[in-house]
């Protein structure tokens, strides 16, 4: 059983990374449209750019700590590298594993016998998207909750000012 401070801070810890791995699913998708970049660039991208919000909004309201720590973003700098490299290297296994299916929703004129794409979408690119953001989920709360913001007596304690007591 969880404890319930450990409860809040995964759940909060959820709602950010729904918002990062929508932003990360919109700028993958996006990328992948142009033909020349390959989905490695465009993975990489999207996770870059959700990983810079996702520390602001982990940092801030997650963990609850707003002063600027230099040793804290260089350790969740880290963290991302290794977590940001499992997550572009699972998307490209799972897009290997996958088979490479649509799903389409079709305007159908029956009048007429015609079928016009509504809405269609890669299953394996976001099958595999979804099986990295859980692969790279799993690493960074670890990470994160025991490494690069856990409290360290140095901040739950005011520091020493120097006067004797």
């Not at 079709?106 to 595999?128: C, M, N, R, S, Y």
């Not at 953001?133 to 994160?144: D, K, P």
Request: hydrophobic share 45%.
């Amino acid at each position: 059983m969880i404890s319930r401070e450990t409860y809040i801070e995964l759940t909060k810890f959820g709602i950010v990374g729904a918002l990062c791995f929508g932003m990360d699913l919109s700028i993958y998708y996006g990328l992948t449209t142009i033909p020349w970049i390959p989905t490695f660039i465009a993975k990489s991208i999207s996770t870059v750019s959700s990983t810079m919000f996702n520390y602001y909004l982990n940092k801030t309201w997650t963990w609850g700590q707003n002063n600027r720590d230099a040793k804290r973003f260089t350790r969740y700098i880290a963290l991302y590298s290794v977590s940001g490299l499992l997550n572009v290297l699972s998307n490209e296994l799972f897009l290997q594993w996958l088979p490479n299916n649509e799903f389409q929703m079709l305007i159908v004129h029956t009048e007429q016998a015609l079928q016009k794409p509504f809405f269609t979408i890669k299953l394996d690119k976001f099958l595999a998207v979804i099986g990295a953001t859980i692969v790279g989920m799993i690493v960074n709360f670890i990470g994160q909750k025991w490494w690069v913001f856990k409290e360290t007596s140095a901040t739950s304690f005011p520091e020493d000012t120097g006067k004797i007591r």
